[in-house]
């Protein structure tokens, strides 16, 4: 009997409600906003790949060739290209990566979420390459 | 517009998500808030549950529940981290780009007076969720579902993703363990 009426008086008791919060509709844009997206797609990380394998590829059915040489023989050859394709390029897709990397980590704000990883991954896989065609180019 | 209709629009323009949060946003805040009983934890509790959302619409399918029902069920999720942290959260709100900061820091100080004030005239419910919060978790969600939120038991327990017995097993215990509580104030 206590306890039922202890019930009624949690059914009938006031609740504080919420009316109006005016600072919906700006959480709503910048949420909406924030939804970390991956600047960079497949299509932009077939670039360096295809660079990278058909150097490699280079490398290996020539004899004598390293994956140096050739990318030197290339600068020798094309060397606007070269700046463009070994240089510009790798960084313009690290600054992206980096942003992409930035945004998702603000927006998720824990460093060891596996979530994380998953959205970013492919920004990271990028980051690397990129660094590793431009170590490669400068030496 | 149906709800599968909006999940449709949603996933094939993120953008329409704004039609979500427009919806719910504000009886998720006020479970939030009436769970917590702190406007600047609840605002950013709050903030949590709706970007979750929004990076898991793309994976959420009718399996007999509804959007109302799983954002309730991610509020709560967001709720569980919170009181079993026990420690001030990385605020998404302070990490958040707005296109104006300080007019968003108004309305937010704004709200946060109005809620404190109506908060103030219900001091029996303060009395309450004040002993509510010093019992374990799965007695805080239960309660809190069925006396706040006015939420029948086949909602709470599509909410907390349990059977109805449990649940009802969890009330009655609850229920008489915040009495207790409650007497003892």
Redesign the interface.
């Known amino acids: 009997m206590?306890?039922q009426n202890?019930?009624n008086?949690?059914?009938k008791?006031?609740?504080?409600?919420?009316?109006?919060?005016?600072?919906?509709d700006?959480?709503?844009?910048?949420?909406?906003?924030?939804?970390?997206r991956s600047a960079v797609s497949w299509w932009w990380l077939c670039i360096p790949m295809y660079l990278i394998a058909a150097l490699c590829m280079k490398t290996f059915f020539m004899p004598g060739t390293t994956l140096i040489s050739n990318m030197a023989e290339l600068t020798n050859k094309e060397s606007y290209s070269s700046i463009l394709l070994f240089l510009f390029l790798p960084i313009v897709l690290m600054i992206i990566s980096a942003i992409t990397i930035r945004n998702a980590y603000?927006?998720s704000?824990?460093a060891k979420n596996v979530?994380l990883l998953q959205k970013v991954w492919l920004n990271v896989i990028i980051l690397i390459i990129s660094i590793i065609i431009i170590i490669i180019y400068s030496l | 517009m149906t709800e599968a209709e909006l999940l449709n629009r949603i996933k094939n323009d993120p953008n329409e998500f704004a039609e979500l949060f427009k919806s719910y946003y504000k009886p998720i805040f006020g479970y939030i808030f009436r769970r917590t009983g702190k406007f600047d934890d609840s605002a950013d509790i709050a903030a949590d549950t709706f970007l979750n959302a929004l990076e898991h619409i793309n994976s959420f399918s009718y399996k007999g529940i509804s959007i109302k029902v799983w954002l309730y069920r991610i509020a709560t999720n967001e709720l569980y981290r919170y009181f079993k942290q026990k420690k001030r959260r990385n605020r998404l709100i302070e990490r958040i780009d707005f296109e104006n900061r300080a007019m968003f820091n108004n309305y937010l100080y704004d709200d946060k007076i109005e809620l404190e004030k109506e908060l103030q005239h219900h001091d029996r419910f303060i009395t309450v969720l004040g002993a509510l919060k010093t019992l374990p978790i799965k007695y805080m969600e239960v309660i809190s579902l069925r006396y706040f939120e006015g939420k029948d038991n086949k909602e709470i327990a599509q909410i907390l993703n349990m059977n109805e017995g449990t649940l009802k097993s969890l009330l009655s215990r609850g229920l008489e363990k915040l009495r207790k509580k409650c007497n003892q104030i």
């Open positions: 206590e306890l202890f019930e008086n949690l059914i008791m006031t609740k504080p409600e919420v009316s109006q919060l005016k600072h919906q700006m959480l709503e844009a910048a949420i909406v906003k924030a939804r970390a603000t927006t704000g824990k979530a």
